[in-house]
């Protein structure tokens, strides 16, 4: 049987649920108008079990300052889950050690379109890249590693 969050994103993506009514139910994330990897990013939070809405932004740039994104660390998509930004091809995995850790931060970056990661795959093809910890003063560390 769908979950009661599945049915809203499906209604809202019908567009027989208003976004804002929507949006109470479940995480909105942002991206630059018709990005298909961030659409194919949320099928993958999905299946781990954190379904997001995903709505178009003219102002990505504008949007990531606003949530303390320093420049050059900006991902293709931007929202907050938790109380915490994500920010780019972050994989499911780890947003929810995010969520269990929750560390004292602002949250996580894929700067840029790595290869491999969650919505950016292209068959056996992949590239190291860096999940980043963001922290409150602006500064950023790795989290974690794949590829």
């Not at 809202?12 to 009514?21: E, K, S, V």
């Not at 949320?42 to 954190?50: C, F, I, K, N, V």
């Not at 379904?51 to 907050?80: F, Q, T, W, Y």
């Not at 969520?99 to 970056?109: C, N, Q, T, V």
């Amino acid at each position: 049987m769908p979950t009661r969050r599945a049915i809203i994103a499906s209604l809202a993506a019908l567009g027989l649920l208003p976004a804002a009514a929507a949006s109470a139910a479940m995480p909105v994330f942002y991206r630059n108008r018709g990005c298909g990897c961030c659409l194919a990013w949320t099928e993958r939070m999905a299946a781990a079990g954190l379904p997001v809405l995903m709505e178009d932004n003219d102002d990505l740039a504008g949007l990531s300052a606003k949530l303390g994104i320093p420049p050059g660390l900006e991902g293709c998509h931007v929202g907050e889950i938790g109380g915490y930004v994500i920010s780019g091809h972050v994989p499911p995995g780890d947003i929810v050690r995010l969520l269990s850790e929750k560390p004292d931060a602002r949250g996580l970056l894929v700067p840029g379109m790595p290869v491999g990661s969650p919505g950016m795959e292209m068959g056996n093809q992949t590239e190291r890249y860096d999940v980043l910890l963001l922290a409150k003063d602006g500064t950023a560390s790795v989290f974690a590693t794949h590829g």
